[in-house]
């Protein structure tokens, strides 16, 4: 039977986007994903190495379990799932409904080539005669206007950039598949009409618009231009604003009124933009600015006509929408630019080193000065460019650009050939995460990377050499110029583009700093219900933030499908009966595409025919006209019909394309997918047509790829996959508020959930927190989730009861738990969140416990919210952070002591203005919008003096009581030692977890060195443990805040619903097994496996695979030297004739038929 | 707790004295069994022999030139699984070495077991030893042993130590609980008893000898012994590596196999309980066959000669302990040892690991790196 099918929107496909879309599928939703630009990948399409492998690993979020469904690629190529339909070039324009019934209109811009006939050969590139900055490398290279967008897609079809192209028709001409369809004489059915009352504005439009191949007509007055409109139609109308008469606004009104489809741009001097803004409230498109710029105004009306001729606008009904727009970055050249970025070339920024740093960069990863090529010796980072800066309305800190910086710095030591001196100026170094501290201290220390707190002043260049100099302050006020080849300004982020519009359309506003705004409570909810903020769309993230806002807003999202019913739902197709072929001998059809014999000189029907056919367990050979359209396609499954092969081999292009094709092949012929294959014969093809010399011929390379297909194919054993039942309940670990949030979202999906609790209390952490840095108060919302926890048919909590023993896999664990009166029980659940949270670190340094005067953040919450602390008798209060933090043993960051100290010095300085309150500190981490606390504590006199390690303050505790305490420290602006009278000294000692490792071992969880739950990829998967089915969530994970530790525990719920969706776990079609007659238990096999899949069963004396555990990577299979480790599908037999056929194939055309046959 | 003694030899009956040791070791620290190199009483030969009889332990010979096979793999079928009691294992450093890299794989625990390493003097070739052995095997062990320690040049009329031995480097056995020193010893007067683990101290403890110094005179003596071989080992390599520079070059060193795969049989390291050359892997269809014939006009059979040894270097070179026991084997008198050992040194090499060095060190493939090889996988650009 088919199951109801819920279907979302995600708009945006960066890496949040992806992880939403691939959330919502793996869940069992329909979703549509689509994208503005003409890629996947967002960002991170343009960034290669991540800290902290400094590799790529987006990869990483591909589905792990019923992963047949999905490609399993480099994610930068492109991302296949049969649940996803991604739209690229593609917007929003219109949306309607409500929560679980949404309606929403998407346009499609064209690419002007036809993605289906584009081959990528790339001729028309090279006929192009436009050259403009590349906009993927940052400007630091050239394109042509028709370019592809990122090198690395599959497929990766060309696209033209209308407002750059000069209309040469080159391309058109040239391009063999006729794939380019620039049809300008279409745009003479796109009708302009030009208001305006001076006449040399008319003309000059009028000849400019003329030359672009639009109709143009003019009117001198609004009367004039009614008349014309009512006598003819117009798709759009420029219209100046002062006219005598009617002026244009009042024009625009009269116009909207009889033709409300006619877009209307705006013409305005400077005097009147406000006009020309409000015109755009009563319908006018946008506006255009006096005096033109031809080539911004004509970008404006080729980008109007592409959207309104051209675009291809859908509806979708769907029940929720997830925006993952992320975010832009700051342009150092606007405003007052300090540091001469794009007059000096030596100044680039971070995102330019990036892609100066990349394999497909414009120096193909050669690290040189982009614009002389100079080997870089001595390069700097400038922190906190457009980032932390009130006047440019960035009272936040970006969160990432602190590790960016510092990867970057690695990266460039790692990739320059000789020594080079790397140096960070920087404000504070915000290494807030898990193990970004560490990662400094590495770069610092092993590295040799230089970290100069500083201010800088100005960058000039050298009078004589252009060389960049920087100017900067250190803490001390004293002033150095120093020289350095290359300076990288670390550009912070901005809200996304266009997000003022989509505020508009989506009815949810945005926050002080322009991102959407959430509440500190509900993290990825917007507005407007049913509509969600995943990744970065609503603040500053970096990538393991981005993967769980987007996982929790996939959750939040999957929750209101749910609650709808999943309505607006399709069947989906049942698993349909396969043919049992194993008895079979193998009759395989090869099936080879012909291109639409554009390569006919290079295809030898004949002789492919005759050598494959050689081979007997081929059936027949065909030939097909272009298999990637519907009509070859259709062609080929008539051929199936009737001859029906077991085996069935296609010869094409692109493999990864087919994907999804083949399984809907296999529903249709009942024959396994797994017995189908398509092997790429063109792309050789092509390389020979492009450069013929050196190169084995076209038939030659064709034959040979057939033939390892046919390898392949032909020894392919049709296992049935196996699948594993799963049991729908859910066991959560920890009562606090992350515990609680995961266990809610799982029971509200309809999941019988434990959630288990060593206390004899719900609330955590919240029953002491009192509110958060925003104001917000917990109680209520403790008080709110607690009720729905115990009120809730399908969650139960389990108080004073602790974990004894579990075992098992995804799916099926089985776990004891023990509750306070000694009942013993044991819970079938298929999947187990850790929330076993954390707790403010004790200490003993600064002379705590030796005086009442010396007390913690937590205590002064306490005492705050009891009113135990007298405000007005306080005339000093001292604030010391990290507090045996970020030094070993406990060598990270506790991320909320810097916000907490904020939270209370504001409040201690809202009641007690005349009280004075100083905060020691080594970096202030106010990341994020926490900054503008850190601004504001700053304006209420908060007095922040920083200290290093190697100068801690100095705490005396007074004999006698009711006398305050000294506390000597150097202030590093003054150079010399301060001495403070305090009544209060309150330490912020940070968070140590609260995992057990018994309890993360029962789970085979592992624990980091600190004692935190240690994720499967710090960035990728950083709520699931290695093992599958486990997960951890809030502060068990790394310290954190309580909006953080919302997302979080959204973020493990999902991915555990994710499991918990599925009566049955199927396992992919390539997994291992283990040959036991063969089999030494030498054990290996077991130690190399990445997936934790492979266990030695003691009492059987045999190595068992979990076959959904397992990914089919073959590690085992290489590592086993006897082959009792078989990976399915590429089984010795296949492998040893794949390379056979490979081998045996490099025959010439012309020289003898028969490739094997006698030697001349 | 002593880490270093000795026991006294009388009359330079090297032999005598340790066979007293051994008898010394019996019963202690719950050592019921030792396997030794015994000899056999009705034939000359010296074999691993599993001994728990007091009286029987004067059979015991380590010190004589038999090598006849490596008693690694023995010692992996006595301790697999438990076996009720502890056992004293007397064995050449090259043994333990093979020991070191079965327990890795999980063939062979340790809990049960002492290893009892001897400073090796080398050894003859199977027919070798037959030949020159002579009736009286005793007779012939003290004149080997005698001509081996007093650094004179060995002469047994005109026949040599194995190539194996003249290009061992490691010929003290690092990895064993105790070993007996005879290197830089006086050995008319004393054998060197060093515990190198905390249960070699345990025992040492327990068999109360008379605690002594290490003689300086046998570091000098060790690494003399040590620069020699490595002069004869890298001359080995280099001759080695001339004929084995090509797969035409390899196919004539092999000429002579006849893919018996006794040096399979003999290798202490190739663990597999079938080998992957046995199964039906390799069998092709015979159509397979003939199409290979008419692609080249000929081709020897079986096809897999040359893939069978190629395949055993990838499955064991970064394991194989250079112990020579391939070449001992070969009925064709191929020298598999020093095509191993070539081999095995730069695999070795490449991934920083010694075969058998010690018990901690992961073995290469075994875990996942990724940073390996960044310059073979391409992850350098």
Same mark, same amino acid.
């Given at each position: 039977?088919?199951? !109801?099918?819920?279907?979302?929107?995600?708009?945006?496909?960066?890496?949040?986007?992806?992880?939403?879309?691939?959330?919502?599928?793996?869940?069992?939703?329909?979703?549509?994903?689509?994208?503005?630009?003409?890629?996947?990948?967002?960002?991170?399409?343009?960034?290669?190495?991540?800290?902290?492998?400094?590799?790529?690993?987006?990869?990483?979020?591909?589905?792990?379990?019923?992963?047949?469904?999905?490609?399993?690629?480099?994610?930068?190529?492109?991302?296949?799932?049969?649940?996803?339909?991604?739209?690229?070039?593609?917007?929003?324009?219109?949306?309607?409904?409500?929560?679980?019934?949404?309606?929403?209109?998407?346009?499609?811009?064209?690419?002007?080539?036809?993605?289906?006939?584009?081959?990528?050969?790339?001729?028309?590139?090279?006929?192009?005669?436009?050259?403009?900055?590349?906009?993927?490398?940052?400007?630091?290279?050239?394109?042509?206007?028709?370019?592809?967008?990122?090198?690395?897609?599959?497929?990766?079809?060309?696209?033209?950039?209308?407002?750059?192209?000069?209309?040469?028709?080159?391309?058109?001409?040239?391009?063999?598949?006729?794939?380019?369809?620039?049809?300008?004489?279409?745009?003479?059915? =796109?009708?302009?009409?030009?208001?305006?009352?001076?006449?040399?504005?008319?003309?000059?439009?009028?000849?400019?618009?003329?030359?672009?191949?639009?109709?143009?007509?003019?009117?001198?007055?609004?009367?004039?231009?009614?008349?014309?409109?009512?006598?003819?139609?117009?798709?759009?109308?420029?219209?100046?604003?002062?006219?005598?008469?009617?002026?244009?606004?009042?024009?625009?009104?009269?116009?909207?009124?009889?033709?409300?489809?006619?877009?209307?741009?705006?013409?305005?001097?400077?005097?009147?933009?406000?006009?020309?803004?409000?015109?755009?409230?009563?319908?006018?498109?946008?506006?255009?600015?006096?005096?033109?710029?031809?080539?911004?105004?004509?970008?404006?009306?080729?980008?109007?006509?592409?959207?309104?001729?051209?675009?291809?606008?859908?509806?979708?009904?769907?029940?929720?929408?997830?925006?993952?727009?992320?975010?832009?970055?700051?342009?150092?050249?606007?405003?007052?630019?300090?540091?001469?970025?794009?007059?000096?070339?030596?100044?680039?920024?971070?995102?330019?080193?990036?892609?100066?740093?990349?394999?497909?960069?414009?120096?193909?990863?050669?690290?040189?000065? /982009?614009?002389?090529?100079?080997?870089?010796?001595?390069?700097?980072?400038?922190?906190?460019?457009?980032?932390?800066?009130?006047?440019?309305?960035?009272?936040?800190?970006?969160?990432?650009?602190?590790?960016?910086?510092?990867?970057?710095?690695?990266?460039?030591?790692?990739?320059?050939?000789?020594?080079?001196?790397?140096?960070?100026?920087?404000?504070?170094?915000?290494?807030?995460?898990?193990?970004?501290?560490?990662?400094?201290?590495?770069?610092?220390?092993?590295?040799?990377?230089?970290?100069?707190?500083?201010?800088?002043?100005?960058?000039?260049?050298?009078?004589?050499?252009?060389?960049?100099?920087?100017?900067?302050?250190?803490?001390?006020?004293?002033?150095?110029?120093?020289?350095?080849?290359?300076?990288?300004?670390?550009?912070?982020?901005?809200?996304?583009?266009?997000?003022?519009?989509?505020?508009?359309?989506?009815?949810?506003?945005?926050?002080?700093?322009?991102?959407?705004?959430?509440?500190?409570?509900?993290?990825?909810?917007?507005?407007?219900?049913?509509?969600?903020?995943?990744?970065?769309?609503?603040?500053?993230?970096?990538?393991?933030?981005?993967?769980?806002?987007?996982?929790?807003?996939?959750?939040?999202?999957?929750?209101?499908?749910?609650?709808?019913?999943?309505?607006?739902?399709?069947?989906?197709?049942?698993?349909?009966?396969?043919?049992?072929?194993?008895?079979?001998?193998?009759?395989?059809?090869?099936?080879?595409?012909?291109?639409?014999?554009?390569?006919?000189?290079?295809?030898?029907?004949?002789?492919?025919?005759?050598?494959?056919?050689?081979?007997?367990?081929?059936?027949?050979?065909?030939?097909?006209?272009?298999?990637?359209?519907?009509?070859?396609?259709?062609?080929?499954?008539?051929?199936?019909?009737?001859?029906? /092969?077991?085996?069935?081999?296609?010869?094409?292009?692109?493999?990864?394309?087919?994907?999804?094709?083949?399984?809907?092949?296999?529903?249709?012929?009942?024959?396994?997918?797994?017995?189908?294959?398509?092997?790429?014969?063109?792309?050789?093809?092509?390389?020979?047509?492009?450069?013929?010399?050196?190169?084995?011929?076209?038939?030659?390379?064709?034959?040979?790829?057939?033939?390892?297909?046919?390898?392949?194919?032909?020894?392919?054993?049709?296992?049935?996959?196996?699948?594993?039942?799963?049991?729908?309940?859910?066991?959560?670990?920890?009562?606090?508020?992350?515990?609680?949030?995961?266990?809610?979202?799982?029971?509200?999906?309809?999941?019988?959930?434990?959630?288990?609790?060593?206390?004899?209390?719900?609330?955590?952490?919240?029953?002491?927190?009192?509110?958060?840095?925003?104001?917000?108060?917990?109680?209520?919302?403790?008080?709110?989730?607690?009720?729905?926890?115990?009120?809730?048919?399908?969650?139960?909590?389990? &108080?004073?009861?602790?974990?004894?023993?579990?075992?098992?896999?995804?799916?099926?664990?089985?776990?004891?738990?023990?509750?306070?009166?000694?009942?013993?029980?044991?819970?079938?659940?298929?999947?187990?969140?850790?929330?076993?949270?954390?707790?403010?670190?004790?200490?003993?340094?600064?002379?705590?416990?030796?005086?009442?005067?010396?007390?913690?953040?937590?205590?002064?919450?306490?005492?705050?919210?009891?009113?135990?602390?007298?405000?007005?008798?306080?005339?000093?209060?001292?604030?010391?952070?990290?507090?045996?933090?970020?030094?070993?043993?406990?060598?990270?960051?506790?991320?909320?002591?810097?916000?907490?100290?904020?939270?209370?010095?504001?409040?201690?300085?809202?009641?007690?203005?005349?009280?004075?309150?100083?905060?020691?500190?080594?970096?202030?981490?106010?990341?994020?919008?926490?900054?503008?606390?850190?601004?504001?504590?700053?304006?209420?006199?908060?007095?922040?003096?920083?200290?290093?390690?190697?100068?801690?303050?100095?705490?005396?505790?007074?004999?006698?009581?009711?006398?305050?305490?000294?506390?000597?420290?150097?202030?590093?602006?003054?150079?010399?030692? &301060?001495?403070?009278?305090?009544?209060?000294?309150?330490?912020?000692?940070?968070?140590?977890?609260?995992?057990?490792?018994?309890?993360?071992?029962? =789970?085979?969880?592992?624990?980091?060195?600190?004692?935190?739950?240690?994720?499967?990829?710090?960035?990728?998967?950083?709520?699931?443990?290695?093992?599958?089915?486990?997960?951890?969530?809030?502060?068990?994970?790394?310290?954190?805040?309580?909006?953080?530790?919302?997302?979080?525990?959204?973020?493990?719920?999902?991915?555990?619903?994710?499991?918990?969706?599925?009566?049955?776990?199927?396992?992919?079609?390539?997994?291992?097994?283990?040959?036991?007659?063969?089999?030494?238990?030498?054990?290996?096999?077991?130690?190399?496996?990445?997936?934790?899949?492979?266990?030695?069963?003691?009492?059987?004396?045999?190595?068992?695979?979990?076959?959904?555990?397992?990914?089919?990577?073959?590690?085992?299979?290489?590592?086993?030297?006897?082959?009792?480790?078989?990976?399915?599908?590429?089984?010795?037999?296949?492998?040893?004739?794949?390379?056979?056929?490979?081998?045996?194939?490099?025959?010439?055309?012309?020289?003898?038929?028969?490739?094997?046959?006698?030697?001349? | 707790?002593?880490?270093?003694?000795?026991?006294?030899? !009388?009359?330079?009956?090297?032999?005598?004295?340790?066979?007293?040791?051994?008898?010394?070791?019996?019963?202690?620290?719950?050592?019921?069994?030792?396997?030794?190199?015994?000899?056999?009483?009705?034939?000359?030969?010296?074999?691993?022999?599993?001994?728990?009889?007091?009286?029987?332990?004067?059979?015991?010979? /380590?010190?004589?030139?038999?090598?006849?096979?490596?008693?690694?793999?023995?010692?992996?079928?006595?301790?697999?699984?438990?076996?009720?009691?502890?056992?004293?294992?007397?064995?050449?450093?090259?043994?333990?070495?093979?020991?070191?890299?079965?327990?890795?794989?999980?063939?062979?625990?340790?809990?049960?077991?002492?290893?009892?390493?001897?400073?090796?003097?080398?050894?003859?070739?199977?027919?070798?030893?037959?030949?020159?052995?002579?009736?009286?095997?005793?007779?012939?062990?003290?004149?080997?042993?005698?001509?081996?320690?007093?650094?004179?040049?060995?002469?047994?009329?005109?026949?040599?130590?194995?190539?194996?031995?003249?290009?061992?480097?490691?010929?003290?056995?690092?990895?064993?609980?105790?070993?007996?020193?005879?290197?830089?010893?006086?050995?008319?007067?004393?054998?060197?008893?060093?515990?190198?683990?905390?249960?070699?101290?345990?025992?040492?403890?327990?068999?109360?000898?008379?605690?002594?110094?290490?003689?300086?005179?046998?570091?000098?003596?060790?690494?003399?012994?040590?620069?020699?071989?490595?002069?004869?080992?890298?001359?080995?390599?280099?001759?080695?590596?001339?004929?084995?520079?090509?797969?035409?070059?390899?196919?004539?060193?092999?000429?002579?196999?006849?893919?018996?795969?006794?040096?399979?049989?003999?290798?202490?390291?190739?663990?597999?309980?079938?080998?992957?050359?046995?199964?039906?892997?390799?069998?092709?269809?015979?159509?397979?066959?003939?199409?290979?014939?008419?692609?080249?006009?000929?081709?020897?059979?079986?096809?897999?000669?040359?893939?069978?040894?190629?395949?055993?270097?990838?499955?064991?070179?970064?394991?194989?302990?250079?112990?020579?026991?391939?070449?001992?084997?070969?009925?064709?008198?191929?020298?598999?040892? /020093?095509?191993?050992?070539?081999?095995?040194?730069?695999?070795?090499?490449?991934?920083?690991?010694?075969?058998?060095?010690?018990?901690?060190?992961?073995?290469?493939?075994?875990?996942?790196?990724?940073?390996?090889?960044?310059?073979?996988?391409?992850?350098?650009?």
């Amino acid at each position: 039977m088919g199951k !109801k099918m819920g279907k979302a929107l995600v708009v945006g496909a960066g890496i949040s986007g992806i992880r939403s879309a691939l959330d919502l599928a793996e869940t069992g939703y329909g979703v549509t994903l689509i994208e503005r630009e003409q890629h996947i990948g967002g960002i991170l399409s343009q960034l290669d190495d991540q800290f902290p492998s400094n590799h790529c690993g987006m990869c990483k979020m591909l589905p792990l379990v019923k992963r047949d469904q999905s490609s399993q690629f480099c994610l930068r190529k492109g991302l296949f799932h049969e649940n996803i339909d991604i739209l690229l070039n593609t917007e929003v324009i219109a949306i309607d409904g409500e929560p679980g019934k949404f309606s929403v209109s998407v346009r499609k811009k064209p690419t002007w080539v036809d993605p289906e006939r584009c081959v990528g050969c790339g001729v028309c590139e090279a006929v192009c005669p436009v050259e403009i900055p590349d906009t993927f490398n940052e400007g630091l290279a050239t394109r042509k206007a028709i370019y592809l967008p990122v090198p690395h897609t599959i497929p990766n079809p060309y696209v033209i950039d209308l407002a750059a192209c000069s209309h040469c028709g080159e391309c058109e001409k040239i391009c063999p598949t006729q794939a380019i369809q620039l049809s300008f004489e279409k745009r003479k059915d =796109f009708r302009v009409l030009v208001v305006d009352d001076e006449l040399i504005v008319r003309d000059s439009l009028k000849e400019w618009l003329d030359e672009e191949g639009f109709f143009v007509d003019v009117a001198e007055s609004g009367s004039v231009a009614l008349e014309k409109l009512s006598k003819a139609s117009f798709n759009l109308m420029l219209t100046d604003i002062k006219m005598p008469g009617m002026d244009g606004v009042a024009l625009l009104k009269k116009a909207k009124e009889s033709f409300p489809d006619l877009c209307v741009l705006m013409m305005t001097a400077f005097a009147t933009v406000e006009t020309a803004v409000e015109a755009m409230k009563i319908g006018a498109e946008d506006y255009l600015m006096k005096p033109f710029d031809p080539e911004r105004m004509i970008a404006k009306i080729v980008q109007i006509y592409e959207e309104i001729e051209a675009g291809d606008v859908r509806d979708l009904e769907v029940g929720a929408i997830v925006f993952s727009g992320g975010t832009s970055y700051f342009d150092p050249a606007e405003l007052k630019n300090i540091y001469g970025y794009r007059t000096n070339s030596s100044v680039i920024t971070s995102l330019e080193l990036e892609r100066l740093l990349s394999g497909t960069g414009p120096t193909q990863g050669r690290l040189v000065r /982009p614009h002389d090529g100079k080997t870089i010796e001595k390069i700097a980072w400038i922190q906190c460019v457009g980032s932390r800066d009130v006047q440019l309305n960035a009272d936040y800190c970006s969160s990432v650009c602190c590790m960016v910086a510092i990867k970057e710095s690695m990266l460039v030591i790692k990739k320059s050939p000789s020594p080079v001196e790397t140096t960070i100026f920087y404000m504070d170094m915000r290494t807030f995460g898990k193990t970004f501290q560490r990662y400094r201290d590495s770069a610092e220390q092993e590295h040799g990377v230089r970290f100069e707190r500083a201010r800088i002043h100005s960058i000039t260049a050298d009078t004589v050499s252009g060389e960049p100099i920087i100017r900067y302050a250190q803490t001390d006020g004293s002033l150095h110029n120093e020289t350095f080849d290359l300076v990288v300004l670390a550009v912070g982020q901005r809200p996304a583009r266009g997000i003022e519009e989509l505020s508009k359309l989506i009815e949810a506003p945005l926050n002080p700093w322009g991102f959407i705004q959430t509440e500190p409570l509900s993290p990825v909810a917007t507005d407007r219900s049913g509509v969600l903020a995943g990744g970065s769309f609503s603040g500053l993230k970096d990538i393991s933030e981005s993967m769980m806002y987007a996982s929790a807003a996939s959750l939040e999202a999957s929750r209101i499908i749910h609650v709808a019913g999943g309505s607006l739902s399709d069947e989906s197709f049942s698993e349909p009966a396969l043919q049992d072929v194993s008895r079979e001998e193998p009759k395989m059809l090869v099936a080879v595409c012909n291109c639409g014999n554009k390569y006919s000189e290079h295809l030898d029907t004949e002789a492919l025919t005759h050598q494959l056919e050689q081979d007997p367990c081929v059936d027949k050979v065909v030939f097909l006209r272009q298999c990637c359209t519907a009509a070859g396609w259709e062609e080929l499954t008539e051929i199936i019909e009737t001859s029906k /092969p077991n085996r069935i081999l296609i010869g094409a292009c692109h493999p990864y394309l087919y994907i999804r094709k083949l399984r809907e092949l296999s529903h249709r012929v009942h024959l396994d997918a797994e017995m189908m294959d398509v092997v790429d014969i063109m792309s050789p093809t092509f390389a020979y047509i492009k450069n013929p010399t050196n190169q084995l011929s076209p038939v030659s390379h064709q034959l040979s790829t057939l033939k390892v297909g046919i390898s392949r194919l032909k020894n392919m054993d049709p296992l049935p996959t196996t699948s594993l039942p799963v049991t729908r309940r859910a066991l959560v670990v920890g009562g606090g508020i992350a515990g609680m949030h995961a266990a809610l979202a799982i029971a509200d999906h309809g999941y019988p959930v434990d959630l288990v609790e060593q206390s004899d209390r719900l609330g955590g952490n919240l029953l002491w927190l009192h509110q958060t840095i925003e104001g917000v108060p917990l109680e209520p919302y403790l008080h709110e989730i607690v009720q729905a926890a115990e009120k809730h048919p399908l969650l139960n909590i389990h &108080l004073q009861t602790k974990i004894t023993a579990a075992f098992g896999e995804v799916g099926d664990f089985y776990t004891t738990i023990e509750s306070g009166d000694k009942t013993i029980k044991t819970i079938q659940h298929g999947t187990v969140i850790l929330a076993t949270g954390g707790n403010e670190a004790t200490t003993s340094a600064y002379g705590y416990g030796t005086s009442q005067a010396v007390i913690t953040q937590k205590e002064l919450e306490s005492r705050l919210v009891q009113g135990d602390v007298d405000l007005e008798k306080l005339d000093s209060v001292v604030m010391i952070q990290c507090v045996d933090s970020r030094q070993e043993p406990r060598n990270y960051c506790s991320r909320v002591c810097c916000p907490t100290s904020l939270k209370h010095a504001l409040k201690l300085k809202a009641e007690n203005p005349q009280l004075a309150v100083y905060i020691l500190y080594r970096d202030m981490m106010a990341i994020g919008f926490t900054e503008s606390y850190f601004t504001a504590a700053r304006k209420a006199g908060v007095i922040f003096i920083q200290y290093n390690l190697d100068n801690k303050p100095r705490v005396t505790i007074p004999t006698e009581s009711n006398t305050p305490l000294f506390i000597t420290v150097t202030d590093p602006i003054l150079a010399r030692p &301060l001495e403070i009278e305090a009544d209060l000294l309150v330490l912020a000692t940070g968070i140590v977890p609260q995992l057990p490792t018994t309890l993360a071992n029962a =789970f085979a969880a592992e624990t980091d060195q600190d004692g935190f739950f240690l994720e499967a990829e710090s960035k990728w998967r950083p709520v699931d443990a290695l093992k599958e089915g486990v997960f951890g969530c809030g502060i068990a994970l790394s310290p954190r805040s309580v909006p953080d530790t919302i997302a979080t525990a959204g973020a493990a719920a999902q991915r555990a619903l994710r499991i918990l969706a599925h009566e049955k776990l199927s396992a992919g079609k390539i997994v291992s097994s283990v040959r036991h007659s063969l089999c030494s238990l030498c054990e290996r096999c077991i130690d190399t496996c990445p997936y934790n899949a492979r266990y030695l069963d003691p009492d059987r004396r045999k190595i068992v695979v979990n076959p959904a555990m397992c990914q089919g990577c073959g590690d085992c299979a290489t590592t086993c030297p006897n082959s009792a480790s078989v990976l399915q599908g590429f089984t010795d037999v296949q492998v040893l004739d794949m390379i056979d056929a490979a081998i045996e194939s490099t025959w010439q055309p012309g020289s003898s038929i028969d490739p094997v046959g006698p030697k001349q | 707790m002593i880490k270093t003694a000795k026991i006294d030899v !009388k009359d330079q009956d090297l032999l005598g004295a340790l066979r007293e040791f051994f008898k010394n070791i019996l019963g202690k620290e719950d050592i019921s069994a030792i396997l030794a190199p015994w000899r056999l009483p009705t034939k000359k030969m010296v074999m691993p022999t599993l001994v728990t009889d007091p009286d029987q332990l004067n059979g015991v010979d /380590p010190l004589s030139p038999a090598f006849p096979m490596n008693s690694a793999k023995l010692v992996s079928r006595l301790t697999r699984k438990p076996s009720g009691g502890n056992i004293a294992a007397v064995m050449r450093p090259c043994e333990i070495r093979a020991f070191v890299e079965l327990v890795k794989l999980k063939q062979a625990r340790t809990d049960e077991l002492i290893l009892i390493g001897i400073d090796c003097l080398g050894a003859l070739g199977n027919r070798d030893y037959l030949n020159w052995s002579g009736e009286n095997g005793d007779e012939a062990t003290k004149k080997f042993a005698g001509q081996v320690l007093s650094g004179k040049t060995v002469d047994m009329d005109g026949i040599e130590l194995t190539q194996a031995c003249r290009s061992c480097e490691l010929p003290i056995a690092e990895g064993a609980d105790i070993n007996i020193g005879f290197f830089g010893v006086d050995t008319s007067r004393q054998i060197l008893i060093q515990a190198l683990t905390d249960k070699g101290g345990r025992l040492l403890e327990d068999l109360d000898l008379a605690a002594a110094e290490e003689p300086a005179s046998r570091r000098k003596e060790i690494d003399r012994l040590i620069s020699e071989r490595t002069a004869f080992r890298d001359n080995m390599f280099a001759e080695v590596g001339d004929k084995i520079g090509s797969i035409d070059k390899l196919s004539a060193y092999l000429a002579g196999c006849v893919n018996c795969y006794n040096c399979r049989v003999a290798c202490p390291v190739c663990y597999c309980r079938e080998c992957v050359f046995v199964t039906d892997v390799f069998d092709h269809e015979p159509s397979q066959y003939l199409r290979w014939a008419r692609k080249k006009g000929a081709v020897k059979m079986p096809t897999d000669t040359l893939l069978y040894h190629i395949t055993r270097l990838a499955h064991i070179s970064t394991a194989c302990v250079g112990c020579g026991q391939c070449t001992n084997a070969c009925p064709n008198d191929i020298p598999v040892m /020093p095509l191993f050992r070539t081999i095995a040194h730069k695999t070795q090499q490449a991934f920083d690991y010694e075969a058998g060095r010690s018990l901690e060190e992961k073995m290469p493939l075994s875990e996942f790196k990724e940073d390996e090889f960044t310059e073979i996988v391409g992850l350098n650009n």
